[in-house]
């Protein structure tokens, strides 16, 4: 089959099945199976298919009709310019939690310092901002054997093994070290909302990543706390939050005795990450 002809009747498939991004998704697909870029996808759109790429193909689309994410699909998603290894034990990175790198990377550049990712998942935070801090070590720690085990080959991809460690953890029970920088991405959705999220979302996701506990904030409060234990004495909490959050989270942060250093906002002008400062004994 034609290129072209292949990749127009796939999009028609996907938007029959009302995904929004039907015609991006056929060709992220099919250049990911062939192994070349989208650009080259349409430049060379007389191509022929071969049936095994077709039958590859085919199979793909099917998974994506039943709303799985196209980079659990492809094995992979793009975040601060590199590709991480995703499947279902870790969330699909976010372009939203870029904007935690930006700020972190830019106050610590050049700096040497040692920081704590909470809830790794796929290292993507930690493992994007010592691609940046080139004299930083860091931890990663998560609940779930399988994430750590997907940050530890997205570590060992970006040849950052030697300055990064992932552990398997229950954050109740991690004591060890203390670090002048702690982030996290917390699961910060109430549990009653869970239900309205996507299909992409609740049927393929880690929903122990997503659910926040009643009012969203039950892993919030449980990463200020151990935070105020581990951070130095004026070492940084950089936290992301969801929606609507950001005055009772200011206000827990107060009462742990931590001062705001600044918020960051999302392209929606929604605060989505709060950067604050331990002060106080360590």
Same mark, same amino acid.
């Given at each position: 089959?034609?290129?072209?002809?292949?990749?127009?009747?796939?999009?028609?498939?996907?938007?029959?099945?009302?995904?929004?991004?039907?015609?991006?998704?056929?060709?992220?697909?099919?250049?990911?199976?062939?192994?070349?870029?989208?650009? %080259? !996808?349409?430049?060379?759109?007389?191509?022929?298919?071969?049936?095994?790429?077709?039958?590859?193909?085919?199979?793909?689309? $099917? $998974?994506?009709?039943?709303?799985?994410?196209?980079?659990?699909?492809?094995?992979?998603?793009?975040?601060?310019?590199?590709?991480?290894?995703?499947?279902?034990?870790?969330?699909?990175? $976010?372009?939203?939690?870029?904007?935690?790198?930006?700020?972190?990377?830019?106050? %610590?550049?050049?700096?040497?310092?040692?920081?704590?990712?909470?809830?790794?998942?796929?290292?993507?935070? !930690?493992?994007?901002?010592?691609?940046?801090?080139?004299?930083?070590?860091?931890i990663g720690i998560d609940i779930s054997a399988k994430a750590i085990?997907?940050?530890?080959?997205?570590?060992?991809?970006?040849?950052?093994?030697?300055?990064?460690? %992932?552990?398997?953890?229950?954050?109740?029970?991690?004591?060890?070290?203390?670090?002048?920088?702690?982030?996290?991405?917390?699961?910060?959705?109430?549990?009653?909302?869970?239900?309205?999220?996507?299909?992409?979302?609740?049927?393929?996701?880690?929903?122990?990543?997503?659910?926040?506990?009643?009012?969203?904030?039950?892993?919030?409060?449980?990463?200020?706390?151990?935070?105020?234990?581990?951070?130095?004495?004026?070492?940084?909490?950089?936290?992301?939050?969801?929606?609507?959050?950001?005055?009772?989270?200011?206000?827990?942060?107060?009462?742990?005795?931590?001062?705001? %250093?600044?918020?960051?906002?999302?392209?929606?002008?929604?605060? $989505?990450?709060?950067?604050?400062?331990?002060?106080?004994?360590?």
């Open positions: 089959m034609i290129l072209e002809n292949t990749i127009n009747k796939a999009s028609k498939i996907l938007k029959q099945h009302n995904i929004a991004s039907h015609a991006l998704d056929a060709e992220i697909i099919l250049s990911d199976i062939i192994g070349v870029s989208r650009e %080259f !996808l349409l430049v060379n759109n007389n191509l022929n298919i071969s049936t095994k790429v077709m039958k590859k193909y085919n199979s793909a689309i $099917r $998974r994506r009709i039943s709303k799985e994410p196209v980079a659990y699909i492809i094995g992979k998603k793009e975040f601060w310019s590199q590709n991480f290894v995703v499947n279902n034990s870790t969330l699909v990175p $976010r372009p939203e939690t870029e904007i935690l790198i930006y700020k972190i990377t830019n106050l %610590f550049r050049s700096k040497k310092i040692n920081i704590l990712d909470i809830g790794t998942g796929s290292g993507c935070i !930690l493992l994007s901002i010592l691609k940046e801090l080139n004299l930083s070590r860091g085990q997907t940050a530890k080959l997205n570590s060992k991809n970006l040849h950052l093994s030697h300055r990064s460690e %992932f552990k398997v953890f229950d954050l109740n029970k991690f004591n060890k070290g203390k670090y002048d920088l702690i982030v996290s991405n917390p699961p910060y959705i109430p549990s009653k909302d869970i239900k309205k999220l996507s299909k992409d979302i609740t049927n393929h996701e880690p929903l122990i990543a997503l659910n926040g506990g009643k009012d969203g904030l039950d892993l919030i409060k449980k990463v200020i706390y151990k935070s105020n234990v581990l951070l130095k004495t004026n070492g940084m909490l950089a936290i992301e939050i969801g929606h609507q959050q950001y005055k009772k989270v200011s206000d827990i942060l107060k009462e742990c005795k931590f001062t705001e %250093f600044s918020k960051e906002y999302d392209y929606k002008h929604n605060v $989505r990450c709060i950067i604050s400062t331990k002060v106080g004994n360590s």
